[in-house]
């Protein structure tokens, strides 16, 4: 018996990998199971692109402009209308209950005069032009 045992651990010495064979199908663990299941890639897989690797808000701009749309968060600077005001006024379309606006109140001005837009409401630049917030979801585009 002895010399058996010495035998086995002699063998299992030599080809070591035996050992994992036999845990792997042993009844007691189930049937025999590939530990690098899924984990091998496919021939025909690369990695993923841009998009594959995106998230969360940066995901969402890159879809919208793949649709088409160019703009997605309004960041484009908008020309005022010469009949800009008080019942005509800058839609600004806010993701959040406000919005930063900048506006160039003179074509050759210097600074931008920055504030405040909320959702609901009308406001007023100094320079007279006049803005509206808007939720970004109502009217179902951001397209005007
Ligand atoms: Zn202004």
Request: with cysteine; glycine share 10%; aromatic share 6%.
């Amino acid at each position: 018996m002895a010399f058996r045992l010495c035998q086995l651990s002699a063998r299992l010495i030599r080809h070591p990998i035996l050992l994992s064979n036999v845990r792997a199908s042993s009844a007691a663990h189930g049937p025999p199971v590939n530990q690098h299941e899924g984990k091998t890639g496919v021939p025909t897989a690369s990695m993923p692109d841009g998009l594959g690797h995106a998230v969360g808000l940066e995901r969402q701009e890159l879809l919208m402009k793949l649709s088409g749309n160019e703009d997605p968060f309004e960041m484009k600077v908008t020309k005022i209308p010469a009949d800009n005001k008080r019942t005509n006024p800058i839609t600004v379309y806010c993701m959040e209950p406000s919005r930063m606006v900048g506006c160039v109140c003179e074509e050759d001005a210097l600074y931008i005069n920055w504030m405040m837009i909320h959702r609901g409401e009308k406001r007023r630049c100094e320079c007279g032009y006049w803005f509206n917030g808007v939720a970004y979801d109502e009217g179902g585009s951001s397209h005007h």
